[in-house]
């Protein structure tokens, strides 16, 4: 079975431009999450996507956005890039099945090996 | 959300196990505690997960104390490709999503020859 997919690998951007990600998750996992990593804070979460719906988001400003397709691919997209924004971009995939407010249903997260950022 | 703390580092022997602890005092009943690691400029990878009672599978064993403030994984026979940040999460269930993670600092365990 295939794992996460995330293109490309490595990207160089200025200042004031947009760029989007990719990320294919395992072939039948139907929710992709997106979390950006930095050396300062760590591994933050950005948002989530379920059946093609945003399900989550973290404390991101609004130039971070992401959809999903209705064969689960997602994209991500930053506009107006700001040097802050220089990170690697995880992606993770999972099946997605979720009991809502109660209980847990143990899922595990699978991760690509993300996108490296720079912003000059 | 519930916090995890983890010692920043930690040095282990070829060959030897390796324990790394966690704590969460302030877990929540139907919270369960995930450990991941990152292996250097790769995504994090998954390797057990467990509630109130120890877990064991093909990686790792997790020990989990009574009252789940804290918990141990423990690599049984550490290798050099086991070197990794290490990352205790406990799951923060927010609106049904399962996949806000919530990382700390971690621990980054080296392995030595």
């Known amino acids: 079975k295939a794992g996460v997919t995330q293109t490309p690998r490595y990207l160089i951007k200025t200042r004031g431009q947009q760029v989007t990600l990719s990320c294919s998750p395992i072939?039948?996992?139907?929710?992709v999450s997106w979390y950006q990593q930095t050396p300062g804070q760590g591994l933050q979460f950005l948002f989530e996507y379920f059946s093609e719906t945003q399900r989550n988001k973290g404390n991101f400003p609004g130039r971070f956005s992401g959809r999903q397709f209705s064969n689960s691919r997602s994209e991500m997209n930053v506009s107006t890039l700001e040097l802050g924004d220089s990170a690697l971009y995880l992606c993770?995939?999972?099946?997605?099945?979720?009991?809502?407010?109660?209980?847990?249903?143990?899922?595990?997260?699978?991760f690509g090996s993300g996108t490296q950022l720079s912003v000059l | 959300d519930a916090k995890t703390t983890q010692p920043p580092s930690m040095d282990c022997a070829e060959g030897r196990a390796a324990n790394l602890p966690c704590n969460h005092s302030t877990i929540s009943g139907n919270e369960y505690v995930y450990w991941y690691r990152q292996i250097h400029s790769q995504g994090p990878q998954y390797i057990i997960h467990g509630l109130k009672n120890n877990e064991t599978n093909e990686m790792a064993s997790l020990i989990i104390t009574e009252d789940r403030k804290s918990s141990t994984l423990i690599l049984p026979h550490a290798t050099l490709r086991d070197t990794a940040v290490y990352y205790c999460i406990v799951r923060v269930e927010s609106g049904g999503s399962n996949y806000k993670l919530t990382f700390g600092k971690g621990t980054l365990l080296t392995v030595n020859p």
């Open positions: 072939s039948g996992h139907r929710s």
């Open positions: 993770a995939s999972g099946q997605g099945s979720w009991t809502g407010a109660k209980g847990a249903t143990n899922e595990k997260l699978f």
